[in-house]
């Protein structure tokens, strides 16, 4: 197969924000660029920019839903003998 060479310029500090993600992720850049192309290809779609207002306000409404869980909870509430998966249904039934 060939390839070719696609490059592009970011501001530096979402270079180095996106490069701590997807070290996290344990991505590649390169593995992104592929991964955003071949969708552009296969679908037509091209991504929009990102609404950073938007953006921080879903952040802060999931943050103020984690606290709002968190005062839920009952006094003393014991969760470090329960698995991944109870403490997972023991949320999710909070939301239903």
Known sequence: ?????????????????ADAYLKEKGVTPGEVIKNVWA???????????VDEE?????????????????????????FTNMTKAQVRDFVAGKYE
Do not use: F
Request: proline letters at 8%; zero cysteines.
């Open 54 to 78: 938007e953006a921080l306000r879903r952040k802060r409404a999931l943050l103020a839903d984690l606290l709002q869980l968190a005062d839920s909870l009952p006094p003393n509430a014991e």
């Open 1 to 17: 197969m060939k390839t070719a060479v696609v490059s592009g310029r970011v501001d530096t500090s979402v270079k180095e924000k």
């Open 39 to 49: 969708g552009i290809a296969t679908t037509g779609q091209v991504p929009g920019p």
